[in-house]
């Protein structure tokens, strides 16, 4: 699919839901993309992408500004607290503060910086030993301790398990944000991505669907 391709199924997926039109930010997942597919999709007047690791943005992402434009980045893999500077320098949105420990670093740093990305919860809804994420359980008190610490939370994340009904856990992350009063969540891939949109998704991380599958090796 292409860009074209993948934003009406985008638009109608809200119109489906009677979201408004332009409600879903499709953040395009340009994690160890060859340059010249991420530049096609610049080329298509795209400006959202996704990225999982801070150094490769780093390596990549100054040469593609320059060209084209600001574009606005989110963080979407796993954020050590030595590499938390570096991504608040870069990163528009951190979509993966997953532990208090992660927290406290962002807060301090924020008053470093005197700045700070917007920020989302990343929720292990699966429960998943392997997986990153705050319980469930545990994501009301984590909001409470982040907002304690004048963190700028805006949304909640998940990635779903591979083997389980995704909906399932988008409705779980649905309830999440609402009881917590955040206006924005991120799920759904190339997959699921109208399934996210049905129930309630701000922000949909797709990457093969639209630059095809990556490189391996």
């Given at each position: 699919m292409d860009l074209t391709e993948i934003s009406n199924r985008i638009r109608s997926a809200e119109a489906s839901a009677g979201r408004a039109d332009g409600s879903v930010t499709l953040v395009a997942v340009s994690k160890?993309?060859?340059?010249?597919r991420v530049a096609q999709v610049l080329e298509d007047g795209h400006r959202v992408f996704g990225e999982?690791?801070?150094q490769e943005a780093q390596a990549k992402?100054?040469?593609f500004h320059d060209r084209f434009g600001r574009s606005a980045l989110h963080l979407i893999g796993p954020l050590q607290s030595n590499k938390a500077r570096d991504a608040m320098e870069l990163f528009d949105v951190i979509q993966v503060l997953d532990r208090p420990k992660l927290a406290r670093t962002i807060a301090r740093l924020a008053q470093d910086l005197g700045q700070c990305p917007s920020l989302f919860i990343q929720v292990n809804t699966g429960a998943e030993d392997q997986k990153a994420g705050i319980a469930p359980g545990e994501?009301?008190?984590f909001v409470r301790e982040c907002r304690s610490l004048d963190l700028p939370v805006d949304g909640l994340m998940c990635i779903p398990p591979v083997y389980e009904e995704p909906a399932l856990h988008f409705a779980l992350l649905a309830k999440l944000a609402e009881r917590n009063g955040l206006p924005n969540l991120s799920m759904g891939m190339s997959a699921d991505f109208e399934a996210a949109i049905a129930l309630g998704a701000t922000h949909v991380r797709i990457g093969s669907a639209l630059f095809g599958d990556r490189p391996t090796g």
């Open positions: 160890k993309q060859p340059d010249e999982n690791r801070v992402w100054p040469g994501t009301d008190s």
